[in-house]
């Protein structure tokens, strides 16, 4: 199965902070890399698909980019409503692994 | 508006088997497969396999091949997931998604899970 390891596991930032988040398969995956938000007690949303691709409705503070074996999610100024926990998942091939998650905590 | 929306919360013994719905509306659901995820109290998430919008494909992820069952009804846009021989630690939440993109039975271009259900919490406890 391929590994998805996510750095930093978590990350304290300032509102108006430039962020990066990076997750490296254990082999490659092509651009077959979707990112997500999970916030307490709401559904798990959807950010970026194919890599670098943004789904319709999400902020274009978000960006994506990588291919082959490494990834990474940007947040271009942090907003408020941003402080999550972050995960890859990658659909190269089953198992569609997630990385363990990346917890964006306030400064 | 397109959603998943899943059945209520379960508590179970260790043995026992616990089936969840997840109800789609809003879309055709006979075009898009259906993934399963769980999380344990306080960890990451955990694919747990996926039916294709066709049910001609199933693929489960290998700690829990014998012991979980996907299936989907199409006449009422249902899915459901049955877990057998619970375990103490098949205590999560386990939530449904639509599985998005060009998908073999082990692969997806542009691959998404793009709506997910809200949750379902088992809890297994003697």
């Known amino acids: 199965a391929i590994q998805l390891t996510q750095s930093p596991s978590s990350l304290s930032a300032s509102v108006g902070d430039r962020v990066t988040i990076t997750c490296r398969a254990s082999?490659?995956?092509?651009?077959?890399l979707a990112w997500y938000q999970q916030k307490p007690g709401k559904a798990v949303k959807l950010l970026i698909y194919?890599?670098?691709s943004l789904e319709s409705g999400v902020p274009s503070r978000f960006s994506g980019s990588g291919s082959g074996t490494d990834f990474t999610l940007t947040i271009s100024s942090l907003q408020p409503e941003d402080f999550a926990t972050y995960y890859c998942?990658?659909?190269?091939?089953?198992?569609?692994?997630f990385g363990q998650g990346t917890r964006l905590e306030i400064k | 508006q397109v959603q998943l929306v899943q059945s209520g919360a379960e508590v179970k013994k260790p043995g026992a088997s616990v089936k969840v719905s997840c109800k789609a509306s809003?879309?055709?659901?006979?075009?898009?497969?259906i993934s399963w995820v769980r999380q344990a109290p306080g960890q990451g998430l955990e694919w747990m396999g996926w039916?294709?919008?066709?049910?001609?494909?199933?693929n489960y992820a290998q700690n829990l091949q014998g012991r979980v069952t996907m299936t989907t009804d199409t006449s009422t846009s249902t899915a459901y997931m049955e877990l057998r021989s619970l375990r103490s630690d098949d205590t999560a939440v386990y939530y449904c998604?639509?599985?998005?993109?060009?998908?073999?039975?082990?692969?997806?271009?542009?691959?998404?899970?793009?709506?997910w259900g809200q949750g379902t919490m088992v809890t297994v406890s003697s």
């Open positions: 998604a639509r599985v998005r993109g060009y998908c073999s039975s082990t692969s997806c271009h542009r691959g998404a899970f793009d709506i």
């Open positions: 809003g879309y055709t659901f006979s075009s898009y497969g």
């Open positions: 039916i294709s919008a066709d049910k001609a494909n199933t």
């Open positions: 082999q490659g995956i092509s651009s077959a």
């Open positions: 194919d890599a670098s």
């Open positions: 998942q990658q659909f190269n091939s089953c198992p569609f692994t």
